[in-house]
């Protein structure tokens, strides 16, 4: 209720601060693979991946594997490995629909709503992540590495994309922008 109150049922820009210097910490993206049975049961930096591998089960198998699957639901037991990310080429990103995917979870404080308490975004959007990344990145640049405390803005933009195989269309994607200027900055 306190947030509709301040920015109604559908905002187009929120106003936030992150609580720390460190992306890592409030916006974790990564390739995540999730299943009903197991929740998540991989996930990896595009290098390394961390998943739950069942050594008897068929299926697609992660580079490096000589037997086994991930778990799926006739998985009777499962162990965590360790194995080789593929990012994109992943084979559970090859499934229709892909199974893995990277996806960001962007948490945030929101000042103007009465309360503390963090809030979160989920986002599989490959344009929004890269476009929170880089933005953080650039008004880390000009901090000096700061970016804690500072109020933000995070809205959905229109951005023109043109996806393989098919013509350019418009897509919303988040946006972090700076309310002031780069001397106030």
């Known amino acids: ?29 990564y390739y ?19 998943a739950k591998l069942d050594a008897s089960g068929k299926g697609p198998r992660p580079p490096g594997i000589n037997s086994g699957t991930w778990a799926t639901t006739t998985s009777k037991q499962w162990a965590y490995m360790e194995i080789p990310c593929l990012g994109q080429e992943c084979p559970l990103q090859k499934t229709s ?3 893995c995917k990277a996806v960001m979870n962007l948490q945030f404080l929101l000042p103007r709503v009465e309360g503390i308490g963090i809030w979160q975004i989920d986002t599989s ?3 929004t992540i890269q476009n929170i ?6 008004i880390r640049a000009v901090t000096g590495g700061r970016i804690r405390g500072l109020t933000l803005k995070l809205r959905r933009v229109p951005i023109q994309v043109t996806p393989t195989n098919t013509t ?10 700076t309310p002031v200027t780069l001397s106030e900055l």
């Open 133 to 138: 990344n880089n933005n953080v990145d650039l």
């Open 32 to 50: 995540k693979a999730w299943s009903r049975q197991w929740a998540l049961r991989c996930k990896g930096d595009g290098e390394t991946a961390l």
């Open 168 to 177: 350019t269309k418009t897509v919303y994607v988040l946006d972090i922008h």
């Open 1 to 29: 209720r306190a947030f509709w109150e301040i920015y109604g049922e559908t905002p187009m820009e929120l106003d936030i601060i992150f609580p720390t210097d460190d992306p890592s910490q409030w916006a974790d993206a």
């Open 125 to 127: 959007s490959w344009h």
């Open 97 to 99: 629909p892909p199974k």
